[in-house]
């Protein structure tokens, strides 16, 4: 009879298995929020490079061959509108849930004309919602509506044989 009891061993694995499981539940919800906030990064950052090479490249042909600035093409052009355009024909609205995207010529953002500018940049911004805290629920109020994504674009026509 005492050597039964010593060897009743019934039952103990049964807490670390559940401690084991809270531990991967975790690690598994953990990895996915920062799988998420990349893969949004990347694809916001995606779009900004594609706005601003977009817009870069509506220069006018007599920019093209009139305006030549040390190998740097001169813009001349609206680059909000052609921003605005780029997001229009890739309907950057239906990928993205609250993306605002601004373009300006050169590195000021208090025009969207590019008159002799020879970049363009692109401040582009969108809220991504994570799975961990939608199920924790909200432990901040600064990540309640989601984290703000911002990123830049920079792009700039080279004229290689100039």
């Known amino acids: 009879m005492i050597r039964r009891l010593r060897s009743d061993d019934e039952g103990s694995l049964i807490p670390l298995i559940l401690f084991y499981f809270v531990v991967a539940a975790t690690l598994v919800l953990v990895v996915t929020d920062a799988s998420k906030y990349y893969l949004a990064r990347r694809s916001l950052q995606s779009a900004a490079d594609g706005a601003a090479l977009a817009s870069a490249q509506s220069v006018s042909s007599q920019g093209v061959y009139s305006g030549l600035d040390h190998g740097a093409l001169l813009l001349d052009g609206d680059v909000c509108q052609a921003v605005a355009d780029y997001g229009a024909a890739n309907h950057l609205a239906d990928r993205f849930d609250e993306l605002t995207m601004v373009g300006f010529p050169g590195d000021t953002n208090d025009t969207c ?26 432990v901040d109020d600064k990540v309640a ?12 026509l080279q004229c290689a044989t100039c």
């Open 113 to 138: 004309i590019a008159t002799g500018a020879t970049r363009v940049t692109v401040v582009a911004r969108d809220k991504v919602r994570l799975p961990l805290v939608s199920i924790l629920g909200v």
């Open 145 to 156: 509506g989601g984290i703000t994504l911002t990123v830049t674009a920079h792009a700039e």
